[in-house]
Structures are given as structure tokens and as C-alpha cells.
């Protein structure tokens, strides 16, 4: 540690804002892929999802979709909550 950089507080500040800045978002996304998963090769795109052979997300699918958004939105109400205890 230096008079001018505090190493240990700036590892713990580039880990956070990795982990909200990068982090939060990917697993939104991971979740919104879990509720839309990719066409099967040699599907045509005719009306309907069903008629395009589409697959649909499943149990499987919303449920990790599910725990993806919960843990999201649990890490935004903890931000906030510490802004509000914090001001």
C-alpha cells in the first residue's frame, strides 16, 4: 500500500463494479434467453410460434428465468436499501 493508492479498497471496488456493472446485466440477459430459447435448425418462419416450430421456454425455463430476475431485482433492492440507510 502506498501514501497514494489504497490497493486493498481498490480490488474490492473493481470486484463490486464488476459484479453490478457487468454482472447484474448478463444475468438479466441470461434469464430473457432462458424464456426465449433458440429455433431449431431447419424451421420455417411461417404465423405463429407454434406453427414455426418454435420451442417455448418450459418449466425449466421459466424457473431459471425466474431465479435470474429474483436475484436481480434482490440486488437492486439492496442497493437502494443502502442508499436510503446510508443518507
Same mark, same amino acid.
Given at each position: 500500500? @502506498?501514501?497514494? +493508492? #489504497? !490497493?486493498?479498497?481498490?480490488?474490492? +471496488?473493481?470486484?463490486?463494479? !464488476?459484479?453490478?456493472?457487468? $454482472? ?11 424464456? #426465449? *430459447? *433458440? @429455433?431449431?435448425?431447419?424451421? @420455417?418462419?411461417? =404465423? ?22 429474483? /436475484? ?6 439492496? $442497493? +437502494? =436499501? /443502502? +442508499?436510503? #440507510?446510508?443518507?
Amino acid at each position: 500500500m @502506498t501514501d497514494w +493508492i #489504497n !490497493l486493498d479498497a481498490l480490488w474490492k +471496488i473493481v470486484v463490486v463494479g !464488476l459484479l453490478a456493472g457487468a $454482472g447484474l446485466p448478463a444475468l438479466f440477459a441470461v434469464g430473457l434467453r432462458a424464456l #426465449n *430459447p *433458440p @429455433t431449431r435448425p431447419g424451421a @420455417t418462419a411461417t =404465423s405463429g410460434a407454434a406453427a414455426a416450430g418454435r420451442p417455448t421456454a418450459g418449466p425449466a425455463g421459466y424457473a431459471a428465468a425466474g431465479l435470474c430476475f429474483a /436475484v436481480v431485482l434482490a440486488a437492486v433492492g439492496w $442497493g +437502494i =436499501s /443502502v +442508499i436510503v #440507510n446510508h443518507s
